[in-house]
């Protein structure tokens, strides 16, 4: 498998710590984070945008994983993060994260969410409505305050792995509709708020993408945009936003293009119709999620029970599945495991990864090459930490797992394991009547 570290026990390892320790010392299932490979992600985004001597920003979309530690980890690295909901910004707010470096995303941020980002000094809201542009007007004209904003525009392009769409006009709950006219419509409203400060446009085109040729798409719209605004209105956009999306590597059928491949075909866009146009040159942002925390993760599994149907499968069941990684079941996700304390065993049997709750689709992953294995072995599923945490939940009232980071052959525990009494903590009994 790849590129997995392993120690001389045979055992897999995660930042130097070697797993089978980390699924004794904070039991099982447990999500394990390589901070380092989180570092590396980063620095390597960042040095692209150096190389090629651009102004930009690396905002970090939170909703791929999110918890306070995460939001001190971004911090230490120095770049942006974006929210999408008043509970991130919340926890980006007690990580101490500094709040003018926070984008706020979603198509129906409420009126309690837009006044809590306000009081914080929010660094830019991303307006996706008419209904938010009447919101934070009222709001800021409340408290006399103004606050960057950027729109979200739909270019008209949509990306799917291997796939985009070009239709001019994109049906989508998202940002507003380039085509029939709502995005001039909008940039004129927001240019006669008083405290709304407009400073960029941005679209964000789909996720898990491997194609460059959506970007380079939806660069040129963008970029469409930006000239016919300075023409129509004399107002030259700062910041041009261009999402997130760079698709990761989960199995060995997938061979994402490397992220600079993406980056650097829309530097060369850019500043090439900008050249054109006698345009300034934007500032150049992105919002990558999955590829900065994906490959870092990796799920701990206790395997459990073994069923063999002859001539049709064999299953192996763990003490996890759709409640601490619903990709497989929701998007029939694919993802690499290995039996982390039977790394150098060779491979004897083809089984599929059962989860444990009470539904037929909570599989983890299916046909999976993978050495003998017994109850009590620890299963680990790779590239898991994007979306995997933060899409858990308590179905079945199975606790969620803990989270734990690992780096230089050290572990620290960052998300506490919910316990039995977590799971009742909201209920209210009958009143009796
Ligand atoms: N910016 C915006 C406005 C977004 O909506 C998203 C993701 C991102 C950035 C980050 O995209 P990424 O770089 O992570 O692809 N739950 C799904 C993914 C949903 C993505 C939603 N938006 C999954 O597990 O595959």
């Known amino acids: 498998i790849g ?51 651009v102004k930009y920003q690396i905002s970090y979309a939170s909703k791929a994983f999110a918890t306070i530690a995460m939001y001190q980890l971004i911090n230490q690295e120095q770049i942006h993060c974006d929210v999408v909901s008043g509970g991130e910004l919340y926890t980006a ?35 996706d409505n008419f209904h938010e542009i009447e919101l934070l007007r009222e ?25 985009y769409d070009m239709t001019g006009q994109e049906d989508s709950k998202f940002g507003f509709d380039i085509k029939s006219g709502q995005a001039d419509q909008a940039i004129q409203q927001i240019i006669a708020t008083p ?23 939806a660069a040129q719209k963008m ?8 023409n129509k209105f004399n107002f030259e956009t700062p910041i041009v936003n261009l999402g997130g999306g760079f698709g990761i590597r989960y199995t060995d059928d997938e061979q994402p293009l490397q992220p600079e491949v993406f980056i650097q075909a829309i530097i060369d866009e850019i500043k090439k119709i900008a050249t054109k146009n006698n345009l300034k ?10 590829s900065i925390v994906g490959a870092a993760g990796v799920s701990l599994y206790t395997v459990g029970s073994h069923k063999s149907i002859p001539g049709v499968r064999n299953y192996l069941a763990v003490d996890g599945g759709m409640g601490d990684n619903i990709r497989p079941a929701l998007y ?16 004897a049997q083809t089984v599929s990864i059962a989860g444990k ?3 037929s689709g909570d599989m983890l992953a299916w046909d999976q090459k993978l050495p003998a294995t017994q109850a009590g072995d620890i299963v680990a599923m790779l590239d898991t930490g994007a979306y995997g945490y933060s899409m858990a939940s308590n179905y079945n009232r199975n606790p969620r797992p803990a989270v734990v980071f690992c780096e230089n052959g050290k572990s620290q525990l960052v998300v506490k394991r919910e316990q039995w009494q977590d799971m009742t903590a909201l209920d209210l009994p009958l009143i009796e009547s």
Not at 27 to 50: C, E, G, M, N, W
Request: proline letters at 4%; aromatic letters at 8%.
């Open 195 to 217: 405290y709304l400060n407009p400073v960029g446009i941005h679209c964000h085109i789909g996720s898990q993408i491997f194609a460059i040729e959506g970007f380079i798409l």
């Open 3 to 53: 590129t997995a570290d392993v120690n001389q026990a045979g055992h897999l390892l995660v930042g130097g710590v070697d797993a089978v320790k980390l699924a004794t010392e904070y039991q099982t299932p447990l999500i394990a984070y390589d901070v380092s490979k989180i570092r590396q992600q980063i620095h390597h985004f960042k040095a692209i945008f150096d190389s090629a001597q």
């Open 332 to 347: 029939q996700a694919k993802y690499e495991s290995v039996v982390a304390n039977k790394m150098n065993e060779p491979t």
């Open 357 to 359: 709750y009470c539904e």
């Open 139 to 163: 709001l800021t004209e409340k408290s006399q305050q103004s606050v960057d904003v950027m729109l979200r525009v739909t270019p008209g392009v949509s990306a799917h792995t291997h796939e």
């Open 93 to 127: 707010v007690k990580a101490g994260f500094p709040i003018d470096k926070v984008s706020f995303h979603g198509n129906n941020k409420s009126r309690e969410e837009l006044q809590f980002a306000l009081e914080h000094q929010i660094g830019c809201i991303i307006i």
């Open 281 to 290: 040159l934007p500032e150049i942002w992105i919002e990558p999620g999955r």
């Open 223 to 230: 970029m469409q945009l930006v000239l016919d605004w300075k």
